[in-house]
């Protein structure tokens, strides 16, 4: 049980284009959904929390009109990278929970790279 | 704000046991979790630990926890060539978003034949 599913698993865009990354959990309902980046050889670094239904709260430093985050529903939410460039590749993972002190269930991360 | 802090490197030979260290600062944290990274993949949850607790043991695993020195520590008993990749430990506390946690930095674990 407890399976996220994120899509794509690897994505190559131009600069200047939008990605769409979906994460979907599987068998439950996440109330809560978390963002996060990866650099190479580096830790996970939260971009925002989504909750269903409402607004993502994101984290300092983190452009929410470059990274637009939908929760439009307890199964998927979705991560848009806005107009793209170069330093916006890197590897983006998300997770999802049932809230309170359920353990996060993460996807397999999703590759981006900018050309 | 929060800091989570490991050891970067580990390497062990198959067959022996593995000691992942793990310290962090907040003092409120409610669960500690140990997640496992293999190249290219997302975060497996291997184990976690909730606060007021000592130990865990769950099959190879073994989780202990000293709350006084905030140290945490994941092993791994009679290591083999597949527990190769990155461990993290995270701590979480609630946040009105619900559970949010911070990562370490991961160790590299490499098991050698």
């Known amino acids: 049980g407890a399976v996220v599913s994120q899509h794509p698993s690897r994505v190559i865009c131009k600069s200047g284009t939008s990605v769409k990354i979906e994460c979907r959990s599987l068998?439950?309902?996440?109330?809560?959904m978390f963002w996060y980046r990866q650099f190479p050889k580096q830790s996970l670094m939260l971009m925002a929390t989504?909750?269903?239904?409402?607004?993502?709260?994101?984290e300092q430093g983190v452009e929410k009109d470059k990274f637009l985050i939908n929760h439009a529903s307890l199964t998927l939410s979705t991560l848009t990278v806005t107009s793209a460039h170069p330093e916006d590749s890197s590897f983006y993972i998300c997770?999802?929970?049932?809230?309170?002190?359920?353990?996060?269930?993460f996807g397999n991360g999703t590759r981006l790279t900018v050309t | 704000g929060e800091d989570v802090e490991q050891s970067l490197f580990l390497s062990v030979r198959e067959g022996d046991s593995s000691v992942i260290n793990c310290t962090y600062t907040?003092?409120?944290?409610?669960?500690l979790y140990w997640y496992k990274q293999e190249p290219g993949a997302g975060l497996q949850l291997l184990t976690y630990?909730?606060?007021?607790?000592d130990m865990k043991q769950d099959q190879r695993l073994t989780v202990l926890l000293n709350k006084k020195d905030k140290h945490l520590s994941l092993r791994i008993a009679d290591t083999q060539t597949g527990d190769s990749a990155i461990y993290f430990c995270?701590?979480?506390?609630?946040?009105?978003?619900?559970?949010?946690?911070?990562f370490g930095t991961g160790t590299q674990l490499k098991v050698e034949l």
């Open positions: 997770s999802a929970t049932t809230g309170g002190s359920s353990p996060l269930h």
């Open positions: 068998d439950f309902q996440a109330t809560t």
């Open positions: 989504s909750n269903e239904g409402s607004k993502a709260t994101y």
């Open positions: 907040d003092s409120s944290s409610t669960y």
């Open positions: 630990i909730f606060s007021n607790m």
């Open positions: 995270a701590e979480s506390h609630f946040t009105g978003g619900g559970n949010k946690l911070t």
